[in-house]
């Protein structure tokens, strides 16, 4: 459906298939107790196994009745699982990156010899990562700096795409610490909840 329709669009059918609160009425949203995540094509659907199995049905009907189809990466009352570049374990109460977020973070290029369109690349995903790692980035503060006045020049046409970013030091070394943390990749402990597993739908289509 990606090619049929753009990013926006495409939300806001996915959304309504799944029943997200923020774009069906009441009476046709998911139960209070059940928690949706949409992200362009991408559906979670989290909450108890009982909850979760009989919204993954309404789900599915929601999509038959709109002649969606789901793609094949679909994973039902799983407790382990990958959604947007995290991987869940809910059965140890942990996150960490996904091996693909992970092994993308890795072949970047080191940030003293990279373009300004690289860096921009890189720090996106850094920033990302932190907020799975819970990493406080008041400490990178001079990185985020730097980063911000090389893209506020990049959009008043002072430098290119292509241009040397030109990195101080002290810039890059805080973002090479960022990428070791990164790289290390422990899972990080979350906030003891109730047990819960999710049913994941990727790529959903209405052009099936």
């Not at 309404?58 to 699982?81: I, K, L, P, W």
């Not at 008041?138 to 008043?156: E, P, Q």
Request: with cysteine; charged share 20%; glycine share 6%.
């Amino acid at each position: 459906m990606g090619y049929k329709a753009s990013p926006e669009i495409l939300q806001i059918i996915t959304s309504a298939i799944a029943g997200a609160t923020t774009v069906v009425h009441p009476l046709w949203a998911a139960p209070p107790l059940v928690r949706i995540d949409v992200w362009i094509d991408n559906i979670r659907i989290a909450g108890s196994k009982s909850d979760v199995t009989l919204w993954e049905a309404q789900v599915h009907r929601n999509a038959d009745g709109r002649h969606a189809t789901m793609g094949e990466g679909r994973e039902s009352g799983a407790t382990q699982y990958t959604f947007l570049g995290v991987r869940f374990d809910h059965a140890h109460r942990a996150v960490s990156l996904s091996e693909k977020f992970f092994r993308s973070v890795r072949a970047m290029p080191a940030l003293n010899s990279s373009t300004i369109a690289e860096m921009e690349l890189m720090a996106s995903r850094f920033l990302y990562a932190a907020a799975i790692f819970d990493t406080r980035l008041c400490d990178y503060y001079v990185f985020r700096k730097v980063v911000r006045r090389r893209l506020s020049a990049l959009n008043r046409g002072i430098v290119q795409e292509t241009s040397p970013a030109n990195l101080p030091p002290s810039a890059v070394g805080l973002g090479e610490r960022l990428r070791h943390i990164i790289e290390n990749n422990r899972k990080r402990i979350i906030k003891p909840t109730e047990k819960a597993s999710a049913a994941i739908i990727a790529d959903a289509s209405l052009h099936g």
